[in-house]
């Protein structure tokens, strides 16, 4: 004789009847799962009463062990004839409250972890209902008594756990410990929840402080180590303070944590950085100390402060570029004994031949705008300024082998452009002696892989394009060419 | 000059600031109002003697001139993607942000701020797309452009971009000609007149749309301001004749259309001669490069002429309008010499007003659009060794808000940010700038700029510098001040960005 056996145990034919839907429905929801689709109307409409309807068997489910509970007591013990009739309701309850939520997560475009949880919290939760009902009435079964018992304590824990994953469905994740308060949340296991304050570009904190932190502090204080939960790679971090609390005290260098630990004895415990590291330097210290003297703000600008040590450098110093001045003497001095010969050429060949810059008098050819109307016989014509030219592009052009020697007179090349001309590996021999050759491009050319052992040689090259040639991913490449090939 | 071109440049020179500079060298010199006028002929339309002199023949006013100092870019393909981008979704990775997704946005992020759309109290948004570190250079940038971020490693990202506008037109015009308001030359336009073009047969400066909206500053964005007009802009279609009407009509062929030229050249002349109009020698120029341009232009723009492979590489559609199509052809226009190509993508304005501009949906397509042919293009520039000298530079007007839009207070059905002038992501890749890093920083929210901010007129200013100008000395006398890209505010080349 258990404890727990149902004084009145009737037919088990009309729960045997009951257990046909709970079938159907999970059929439903194994074929039919929710897909984040909205669907018809009438069913949403349907579905919207799943909200009300659901906490009828939440109540009668948690009422059953509270009449198994009183009903132990002599004075109580009526109310466990109830619980049998409580515990048949509940079960109808939870297949009405099941279905409708079917019908509201099929169509009411849901979907997600949440709320494929919470279905089956809900469907196994319809289940064990209908089973503690028949344990309740099986009086024939040798301890049916404990299983009772024990299938009750799964359902009363499931009906919490399904119910606090419907809630989080309808009131947002965090609807139970959004206004916890900030003192308890860690005891959960919750992160701070107010934003994080942010310091102003032009602050003296951004300017000044925050890069010494970053120098100086984030390795252990940072995104990736938290030690005793601070961070201080930001205003909003530092400000938030670890797990004892605030380290900076407004207004109060002297009584801050961080000032007091930054400025120990390198030898106390407490001090920072830890592990014989560098201590922060005088005007680092002395940094700090004036701005959180001055309000420890995130807003004070660079300019309100006075008498402050020079900055820290941060992670990139500016880098003032210099304007080179044009010195139409020098110039012209340089280009003596060429400028005939380029204007020359300017009024033969318009737009393809200029100075590289208005200082200079080093010559760009840009000989691929002429096309197939360019070749060998053109490229001679270039032959008196050949010295000067530096960058020279013959892309597309009709020049061959031909034209190699007058190429290779360009001593002081730096870049050479042959993409998709006749040329071959002929006039990539003849460029040995252009050794400030840095760029050379044979893209679309009868080049092969042979030419590469000569090009090792060139002592500048940094780029060689040999896109669409015989050269491949699967060419020897020399060391010495390793990284420069371009394909 | 004759007389008549004279009696304009007088009547030109008269404005406010030469009157301010006149009293300040004392009445005298009003008096002496002929030598007033004959100092401002001197000046208007030309550089004075500290500046550099662009000075061209009149009937070739696209020829080349070499830049001021030896430069590492010659020319730039300017991807600007209209609306603005949300930098919190494509570049600007911020976990923080993230975690603090649905909360309310803290009253700090608005006191003294203005929204297009947002009322109330804005929640927070964290970034709709999951990020991860890429390349050799280990950059952040979201799973929505995967192509792209297969080249990060030859990528200056500028994360500290601002702008000081907030609507779309003005923010548009500040970023293509260095001010807000109409009248400004484009930035194509001031490369053009400094550098000219190499490629005489083709427009130096070419504008090519991605169909959909064209942008909201409208032909300003390319227009050559107080510039002479013929270094304009040409904006060119994308499918058919590339120009309107430039074949020749059935029954005329190319000797008719010379003799007519001619004889409209002639005319042009003698109307010159009598008026002294400039913009007639710019129409006479104008017409001898269409003439040219018959020939090359037609053959530029067919992307047919390429490869299957090449075009399969870009994504590129049949026909029509459309960015990768339009990103093949730039690279063939960079090919022929031409200077300054710039395509305009549209759409990036994400609101979340409807489904179209919603991060949700929309926003997909928009990257979709752009992610494989702007990989395809440096991928191809690279390989044939154009990148060396050619910048390319991949941007918005202005960023977008670390908050969800909430249209008059209330929760829209897509989601959206609005409009962020105060910190966005722009990024160069090419010739002249440093590759594989990041430069400048957001706050943890993406907001605010905390580390290196850059102005547009700085990037200007770099670019500039890049193409081998100081910007102070690139500059066009109108309306008494030597007018330049950069404005007068000062602005600040990015040494650090430089290779």
Request: charged content about 20%; hydrophobic content about 40%.
């Amino acid at each position: 004789m258990t404890l727990w056996r149902s004084p009145g145990a009737g037919s088990n034919r009309p729960k045997l009847v009951l257990l046909s839907p709970i079938l159907l429905i999970l059929a439903l929801i194994a074929f039919f799962p929710p897909d984040g689709k909205e669907g018809a109307q009438l069913a949403q409409f349907i579905g919207r009463f799943h909200l009300p309807v659901v906490h009828f068997p939440i109540a009668l489910i948690l009422l059953v062990p509270v009449l198994e509970v009183a009903g132990r007591f002599e004075r109580f013990s009526y109310l466990r004839l109830s619980s049998g009739f409580v515990l048949g309701l509940a079960t109808m309850a939870a297949i009405v409250a099941a279905f409708l939520g079917w019908c509201l997560a099929r169509t009411g475009g849901y979907s997600g972890t949440l709320v494929t949880q919470h279905m089956w919290g809900g469907i196994t939760l319809t289940v064990i209902c209908w089973l503690c009902w028949m344990l309740h009435g099986w009086t024939t079964v040798p301890n049916a008594g404990k299983y009772y018992a024990a299938v009750l304590t799964v359902g009363v824990l499931l009906v919490s756990w399904t119910g606090y994953r419907g809630g989080q469905i309808s009131q947002g994740e965090d609807h139970l410990t959004e206004y916890m308060p900030s003192a308890l949340r860690p005891a959960f296991g919750l992160p701070d929840n107010t934003p994080l304050v942010q310091a102003t570009a032009d602050s003296f904190y951004v300017a000044r402080v925050q890069p010494i932190f970053t120098e100086r502090c984030v390795t252990c204080h940072g995104p990736t180590k938290q030690k005793s939960g601070l961070r201080l790679d930001s205003y909003g971090w530092l400000m938030r303070g670890g797990k004892h609390g605030a380290v900076v005290a407004v207004g109060n260098a002297q009584g801050s944590d961080l000032f007091r630990r930054v400025t120990l004895s390198p030898d106390h415990d407490d001090f920072m950085p830890k592990g014989k590291k560098q201590p922060l330097s005088p005007d680092q210290l002395k940094l700090i100390g004036l701005w959180i003297g001055a309000g420890a703000s995130g807003t004070l600008p660079l300019s309100a402060m006075k008498d402050i040590p020079a900055g820290n450098s941060i992670a990139t110093a500016p880098i003032q570029v210099s304007f080179p001045e044009v010195d139409p003497a020098a110039v012209a001095k340089a280009r003596e004994g060429l400028a005939a010969a380029v204007a020359k050429l300017q009024s033969e060949y318009p737009n393809i031949l200029d100075y590289e810059s208005r200082g200079s008098a080093d010559l760009v050819l840009s000989a691929s705008l002429l096309g197939p109307r360019f070749g060998d016989s053109d490229l001679l014509a270039f032959a008196p300024v050949a010295d000067h030219i530096t960058v020279a592009d013959f892309s597309r052009t009709a020049i061959t082998d031909h034209a190699a020697s007058t190429i290779a007179a360009m001593k002081h090349v730096r870049v050479l452009r042959f993409g998709q001309t006749k040329i071959t590996d002929a006039t990539l021999k003849a460029l040995n002696g252009c050794d400030q050759l840095q760029s050379l491009n044979v893209y679309g050319t009868g080049v092969t892989a042979a030419a590469l052992p000569l090009l090792e040689k060139l002592p500048k090259l940094e780029h060689f394009y040999a896109g669409q040639t015989a050269i491949s991913s699967g060419s020897s490449v020399p060391r010495g060419l390793a990284g420069k090939l371009v394909l | 000059m004759n007389s008549s071109e004279l009696q304009m440049a007088i009547l030109q020179a008269q404005t406010r600031r030469h009157f301010l500079r006149s009293i300040g060298s004392g009445m005298g010199s009003l008096v002496f109002g002929a030598s007033l006028a004959k100092y401002a002929v001197a000046s208007e339309g030309h550089a004075d003697e500290s500046n550099l002199s662009f000075a061209r023949d009149a009937t070739t006013p696209l020829s080349v001139l070499p830049p001021q100092f030896p430069a590492k870019v010659r020319r730039v393909i300017y991807l600007h993607m209209a609306g603005a981008p949300s930098q919190l979704e494509l570049y600007d990775y911020k976990p923080e942000l993230k975690r603090l997704d649905g909360q309310d946005c803290p009253a700090s992020f608005l006191a003294g701020k203005r929204f297009a759309f947002i009322s109330g109290v804005p929640k927070l948004l964290g970034s709709q797309y999951p990020f991860k570190q890429v390349g050799q250079s280990g950059q952040w940038i979201s799973d929505r452009l995967p192509h792209i971020a297969e080249h990060v490693d030859d990528i200056c990202f500028i994360k500290s971009m601002r702008t000081d506008q907030f609507n779309h037109a003005p923010a548009q015009l500040l970023v293509q000609t260095g001010n807000p308001r109409l009248g400004y030359a484009s930035f194509g336009s001031w490369v053009l007149y400094g550098l000219g073009t190499e490629n005489q047969n083709l427009p130096g400066f070419i504008v090519l749309l991605s169909g959909g909206k064209s942008p909201d500053g409208g032909k300003q964005l390319w227009g050559s301001g107080f510039l002479p007009s013929v270094y304009q802009g040409v904006q060119c279609r994308s499918h058919g004749e590339p120009v309107l009407y430039l074949n020749n009509p059935p029954g005329v062929d190319r000797n008719l259309r010379r003799t007519m030229l001619d004889a409209i050249d002639d005319i042009d002349r003698q109307t010159h001669a009598e008026f002294g109009n400039p913009e007639t020698v710019t129409r006479i120029a104008q017409y001898e490069m269409a003439f040219r341009m018959q020939m090359d232009a037609t053959d530029a723009m067919d992307i047919n002429k390429e490869p299957e492979s090449v075009r399969a590489r870009y994504g590129c559609k049949p026909s029509g309008a459309d960015f990768a199509n339009n990103c093949l052809v730039a690279r063939r226009l960079a090919e022929r010499g031409v200077r300054f190509i710039q395509l305009y993508h549209w759409g990036w304005d994400s609101h979340g007003a409807d489904a179209k501009e919603a991060l949700n949906l929309g926003f997909n397509d928009r990257c979709r659009e752009v992610d494989q042919p702007t990989a395809a293009l440096l991928a191809d520039l690279k390989e044939r060794g154009l990148l060396e000298d050619t910048l390319v530079v991949w941007g918005g007007e202005f960023g977008r808000t670390p908050m969800r839009e909430n249209r008059n207070g209330q929760e829209m059905k897509y989601i959206g940010r609005d409009h962020n002038p105060g910190a966005f992501t722009t990024w160069l890749a090419g010739g002249g700038v440093k590759h594989g890093i990041t430069y400048g920083q957001t706050d943890e929210m993406g907001y605010e700029i905390v580390q290196d901010p850059v102005d547009i007129r700085d990037l200007h200013a770099s670019m500039l510098y890049m193409l081998g100008f100081d910007h102070h000395k690139l500059t066009y006398s109108f309306q008494g001040l030597e007018q330049k890209l950069t404005s007068v505010k000062p602005a600040r080349v990015i040494g650090e960005i430089l290779a």
